[in-house]
């Protein structure tokens, strides 16, 4: 087969590509140019670009750079501000994912005659008795990343390779020693590649939005305190409210964007029993009322038992009470064994209906 390797720069796809060639292969790298502003993290540095096209040269395979930039300020940098301004927390990371390396990157790669796309998330695609695909997690559990891949549908799963979700991360740091590749001991990347270190989040934002001032109350009204920037708040957060030390923790519990309010309460305050869904996607076909699943609402996040209690909207209700998942959030479901991806939206504002 013809297989075209996304190579972000990390060791990860370095390995993709190289068990790639093992099997027999045509392989060829490729590197999308995302982000065309400072970036000194993620995988949009300067440096990122020149490992994948060095690691290729080891390799020994062709290496190729596609400029994405319009595409990803679109899809992703557009709305990650938008979102702030909106009172969600968005997941830029995902949406990287569903836009352009399995959507974009897919695309050209099926013009230019590439029989699949590869990447190096640690997850894994097989087929159940009916020849229905699965995506299921990857083999080392804390390095799974099926959660930040759960938009890929049939016909997606069918065209995507994930050469290193049967290795943990130390089989495949291993194997990148072992072929002398420059990113063997290259760390992982943890941040969103567009946000600097330097200048972090507030930076970014505060070049691109007016930041508003905002009361922090209480569930009953009283005020409690101030922030500055009601765009950098988020469900679940403690620290940076302007209230007094000393007293009992207080948690955001409610972002009220129109009123410029942000309400805290205590942590029972924070739990929730179920939660509605949003742009829910499945990956074969969608699940039934009734049945059980086991949610997951971020990346390396504990996953919870649940059961479907309405399918439009999705309408989750927890086992057990769950601290509420910020808005913008992606909730993904897995089958009852917490194996496989059965699908997965956007966690919505609203909570579920009680009846």
């Known amino acids: 087969m013809k297989v075209l390797v996304a190579m972000s720069g990390g060791v990860d ?8 060639i093992d099997q027999g292969h045509q392989v060829v790298g490729v590197t999308m140019r995302l982000w065309g502003g400072e970036s000194d993290t993620g995988c949009c540095s300067v440096s990122d670009v020149d490992d994948a096209r060095r690691v290729a040269q080891q390799l020994g395979i062709d290496h190729l750079v596609f400029n994405f930039s319009d595409d990803f300020n679109e899809h992703v940098v557009k709305p990650y501000v938008q979102a702030h301004v909106d009172g969600i927390t968005p997941n830029p990371c995902i949406e990287c994912n569903r836009h352009l390396k399995f959507d974009r990157l897919s695309e050209r790669a099926r013009v230019l005659g590439f029989d699949a796309v590869a990447t190096g998330h640690h997850a894994q695609i097989s087929r159940d008795s009916t020849g229905t695909l699965r995506l299921s997690r990857g083999h080392d559990a804390l390095k799974d990343q099926s959660y930040v891949v759960y938009m890929l549908d049939q016909a997606e799963l069918a065209y995507t390779m994930f050469p290193v979700g049967h290795m943990t991360k ?26 600097s270190r330097t200048g972090g989040r507030e930076t970014f934002l505060g070049n691109r939005i007016e930041f508003r001032r905002a009361n922090v109350v209480t569930s009953d009204g009283e005020k409690a305190g101030a922030v500055e920037a009601l765009e950098l708040v988020t469900i679940g957060q403690r620290r940076g409210l302007g209230l007094p030390g ?28 179920g939660l509605v869904v949003n742009d829910v996607m499945w990956a074969d076909r969608p699940a039934k009322i009734g049945d059980a699943v086991v949610v997951q609402s971020s990346a390396h996040g504990a996953a919870v038992d649940a059961m479907v209690e309405n399918l439009s909207p999705l309408v989750l209700r927890f086992a057990a009470p769950q ?26 504002s609203a909570n579920p209906p009680t009846n």
């Open 170 to 195: 130390a089989d495949v740091r291993n194997r990148a020693l072992e072929l002398g590749l420059r990113t063997a001991t290259k760390p992982d990347s943890q941040d969103v590649c567009f946000i």
């Open 323 to 348: 601290r509420r998942i910020a808005p913008g959030q992606s909730v993904v479901c897995y089958d009852p064994t917490n194996s496989f991806v059965l699908g997965g939206g956007i966690a919505d």
């Open 13 to 20: 796809s370095s390995v993709a590509a190289a068990e790639l």
């Open 246 to 273: 000393g007293g009992p923790r207080r948690f955001v519990v409610d972002v009220d964007t129109p009123n410029a309010k942000v309400v805290v309460g205590n942590e029972e305050q924070l739990l929730r029993t």
